[in-house]
């Protein structure tokens, strides 16, 4: 059984960073294709960012391009998101997803993903 899970939430003021992380284990996390998603209350799930199975390639929402960084460390089996320069805006439950692919194309839909984490909580306050 594939499990996830998210740690490195908090509150924030705005213009600070914070850093995700994401440990899977139970599967093989060289196959995986990871995203990080968020949701805000009231809002849907959005893509944030992806990184293929080998971390050659990434892949950003526009509303975080060169703030956000997705990175993975296979000797850890873990998920980065580094997020600098946060605004009130990126408040919201922050999301860690899987799915098994060895493609260069990744997918912004959070119904292609098959692996959950719980969720941390990113709070930046103004």
């Known amino acids: 059984q594939v499990q996830l899970v998210e740690s490195g939430g908090q509150l924030v003021q705005a213009g600070g960073s914070l850093r995700l992380s994401c440990a899977v284990s139970?599967?093989?996390?060289?196959?995986?294709?990871m995203g990080w998603f968020r949701q805000a209350p009231g809002l849907e799930r959005e893509f944030v960012a992806s990184?293929?199975?080998?971390?050659?390639?990434?892949n950003y929402a526009d509303s975080v391009k060169g703030r956000f960084t997705i990175s993975r460390d296979s000797a850890k089996n873990t998920v980065y998101l580094q997020m600098n320069s946060l605004k009130p805006e990126d408040t919201a439950v922050y999301y860690c997803?899987?799915?098994?692919?060895?493609?260069?194309?990744?997918?912004?839909?959070?119904?292609?993903?098959?692996?959950w984490g719980q969720g941390t909580q990113v709070t930046v306050s103004s």
């Open positions: 997803a899987g799915v098994q692919s060895y493609t260069a194309t990744m997918s912004p839909r959070p119904n292609d993903y098959d692996y």
């Open positions: 139970g599967g093989t996390f060289s196959r995986y294709t």
């Open positions: 990184i293929t199975w080998n971390g050659a390639y990434t």
